[in-house]
């Protein structure tokens, strides 16, 4: 074994041989008729271990995103849930959408130096995508090597800890309301290395008086000092002030609407009341679907 891994294994880090081999997708006999081939054709590894119909290109995709720190999870997986697309499938035309609006935000928003490392992600309904956003957003900035934490502060109808298969029993209502400690509540994604989830916890009765009391504030705070970018799934607009209690915290925001679902008076309504509470709107998504 020792030996096959060293053959695999040159200049600065892990080949994708070695990384199939430690991760059971390639035994090392299998590495040894990949590595000959290899040689007498003068393939690439991958090229040569499709040839020879050990690996698909599946593999040979997940072990690169390995190889270059980018990293993301077999269709299969039922750790995270397909929705989660940018998990699964991050070059799809949907995901290089997000990454382009990874960029904006990068360009636009995101400065340590000025203090803006969160973003709230709103919209003025439910159904308009607001969540798939937040999710999918938090996993193109992780993937980027950014510590990314995503909050899930809809303390009404919550949904990443759907999106990621967590349990919900602790979380942001939970830390609102004194019950727990930030490192009880938040979970790090297996597969996905920067992500970390702070599902909403159980549904309060109150939530907007939790989300206003001061210990939102220090909570946003600390975790400012903990990760790069803190991306923060909101309530729906039209049906609760939360998101602007939420934004205001933020400072930034995402407005998502939906194509023939949202409504352009409550979004005028939705950007308008976020201006005055003083938050910055950052950037706007249109689903199409």
């Known amino acids: 074994m020792n030996a096959i891994n060293e053959k695999l294994t040159s200049g600065s880090g892990r080949s994708i041989?070695?990384?199939?081999?430690?991760?059971?997708?390639?035994?090392?006999?299998?590495?040894?008729?990949?590595?000959?081939?290899?040689?007498?054709?003068?393939?690439?590894?991958?090229?040569?271990?499709?040839?020879?119909?050990?690996?698909?290109?599946?593999?040979?995709?997940?072990?690169?995103?390995?190889?270059?720190d980018y990293p993301y999870l077999m269709p299969g997986d039922e750790r995270v849930s397909e929705e989660v697309i940018a998990a699964f499938k991050p070059f799809s035309p949907v995901?290089?959408?997000?990454?382009?609006?990874?960029?904006?935000?990068m360009l636009r928003w995101f400065d340590a130096e000025a203090g803006h490392k969160t973003l709230a992600v709103v919209s003025a309904g439910r159904g308009e995508g607001r969540s798939f956003t937040a999710a999918n957003l938090a996993v193109v900035f992780s993937q980027l090597g950014e510590r990314t934490l995503l909050i899930d502060a809809d303390l009404r109808h919550p949904r990443q800890?759907?999106?990621?298969?967590?349990?919900?029993?602790?979380?942001?209502?939970?830390?609102?309301?004194?019950?727990?400690e930030l490192g009880e509540a938040v979970t790090r994604i297996p597969g996905l290395i920067d992500l970390s989830i702070l599902p909403a916890g159980a549904i309060p009765p109150n939530p907007?008086?939790?989300?206003?009391?001061?210990?939102?504030?220090?909570?946003?705070?600390?975790?400012?000092?903990?990760?790069?970018?803190?991306?923060?799934?909101t309530p729906a607009g039209a049906e609760t002030a939360d998101n602007q209690t939420?934004?205001?915290?933020?400072?930034?925001?995402?407005?998502?609407?939906?194509?023939?679902?949202?409504?352009?008076?409550?979004?005028?309504?939705?950007?308008?009341?976020?201006?005055?509470?003083?938050v910055a709107v950052v950037g706007a998504v249109l689903n199409n679907g």
């Open 161 to 180: 800890h759907q999106l990621f298969r967590l349990e919900n029993k602790l979380g942001l209502s939970s830390l609102l309301a004194g019950r727990a």
């Open 95 to 105: 995901v290089e959408q997000l990454r382009a609006l990874r960029s904006q935000l």
């Open 246 to 278: 939420i934004a205001a915290r933020t400072r930034g925001a995402v407005v998502v609407a939906r194509k023939d679902l949202s409504l352009a008076p409550q979004l005028q309504t939705l950007v308008s009341s976020l201006q005055h509470a003083g």
């Open 17 to 68: 041989g070695a990384i199939l081999i430690d991760n059971g997708r390639l035994t090392p006999e299998a590495a040894e008729r990949i590595l000959k081939l290899q040689k007498e054709q003068g393939l690439r590894f991958g090229d040569a271990a499709i040839q020879l119909g050990l690996l698909s290109e599946a593999d040979i995709q997940q072990a690169l995103s390995r190889q270059y």
């Open 208 to 233: 907007q008086e939790l989300l206003a009391r001061p210990v939102f504030n220090a909570l946003m705070a600390t975790v400012q000092g903990q990760y790069d970018i803190v991306v923060v799934d």
